[in-house]
């Protein structure tokens, strides 16, 4: 596709376009023509931003950081893939958000030092694209950095709805990811 094509396509596909700014659609036309304008790679990328809620300035540094990670996402289906992510790395990172103080929950913390068996970055927005999907945490950004934020009331069942073993092993798994 010419550029200008491109563009139009992944604007259709892209639920927030509307909302982007000028320097996140810059990135948007960085990363459409890192995809050669190919319409199944535009509409695969479009897909995943909306469905994990990534925009386009954290999708290109992940897609940029190596072959296997690029490979990973553009195999990604991209029809439904809030449905089809791994539901049990959302529980999961649910779990650990549940043990950390329930407001200003830094990104950084959850996406670099997260949980064991999550597979990296495109796993990570998955997980927390599912859980802000569904409302169990929320998204703020301050400071050109993003934070998350869990209501008590679901912080308050998750916790006392786990076995003894379980309570032990997630509050061990929070304090090692936050230390």
Known sequence: MAGEEAQELFSKSFLHWGSLEAEERKVVLTILESLDHLPLA????????????????EYWPIFQRDESERKKLLLREFSDIRSEADVTETARLLRLIAFFDRQNIPEELLSQFGLEGMGGSIEFREAIGNLLGSSFVTGVKREGKQFYELHRLVQLPIRAYLSTRELLQWKATALRVFS
């Open 42 to 57: 535009v509409v695969g990328a479009a897909a995943f931003m909306t469905a994990t809620n990534t925009p386009p300035s």
